[in-house]
Nanobody, 119 residues
């Protein structure tokens, strides 16, 4: 069973940066894509960024394009989300996800989340 563990959230002022990390206990054959979702109180969970493990162009939701960068270290089984120029509306619980495809219906595994606060 694949376990995903996030870290790196925190509290920053607007304009600041954070890097979230997601460690995977293993890469299963069922995992072709990993990504980040976020959810704030009263809002639906939304996809932020995703990347296929085999390469290709990463996906970003429009609101983070040019500010966030998703990357992966396959050798270390780690997924990253570099968040720059953070805005108050970026504040949310950020979740790591993995599955056969890069959409929410394809997610098989979720992390426990890491909180990002922007003031």
């Amino acid at each position: 069973h694949v376990q995903l563990v996030e870290s790196g959230g925190g509290s920053v002022q607007a304009g600041g940066s954070l890097r979230a990390s997601c460690g995977a206990s293993e890469y299963a054959e069922s995992i072709n894509c990993m990504g980040w979702y976020r959810q704030s109180p009263g809002k639906e969970r939304e996809g932020v960024a995703a990347i296929y493990l085999g390469g290709g162009v990463p996906y970003y939701t429009d609101s983070v394009k040019g500010r966030f960068t998703i990357s992966k270290d396959n050798a270390r089984n780690v997924l990253y989300l570099q968040m720059n120029s953070l805005k108050p509306e970026d504040a949310a619980m950020y979740y790591c996800a993995a599955g056969p495809g890069c959409n929410v219906r394809a997610v098989l595994y979720w992390g426990q989340g890491t909180q990002v606060t922007v003031s």
